[in-house]
């Protein structure tokens, strides 16, 4: 019947690799391991690992409101320099107003 109904609920992620131990990617996804998943096809090693999610109801608004504040060169991709996971979403949660109870750690 042509409508396209959307999901904005998800998971917001943090994912790390060893080989850029400063660097942090943000990201969205509905299922956290089959997204991990691809970061590894690109890792002979398999070395990438999830810091830490969220389960937030509009994951495109959170993962872009970090990427703005953070000012997130989209260019280069959605890596942010020097930044502990937990703090930054111990952060946000207080400016969203997140309840603890959606906090998952590594």
């Known amino acids: 019947n042509g409508t396209h109904l959307t999901c904005k609920e998800g998971i917001l992620y943090f994912i790390k690799n060893p080989a850029w ?23 002979p090693t398999r070395s990438y690992s ?9 994951r495109k608004f959170y993962e872009k409101s970090i990427l703005v504040d953070y000012k997130v060169d989209l260019g280069t991709g959605e890596w942010i320099k020097d930044i502990d996971a937990v703090v930054m979403m111990d952060s946000f949660r207080k400016k969203w107003n997140l309840p603890q109870g959606n906090r998952r750690g590594a």
């Open 21 to 43: 131990p400063e660097y942090l990617k943000v990201g969205i996804t509905t299922n956290i391991d089959a997204r991990l998943a691809t970061y590894q096809t690109g890792d």
């Open 50 to 58: 999830v810091q830490h999610y969220e389960f937030v109801l509009d």
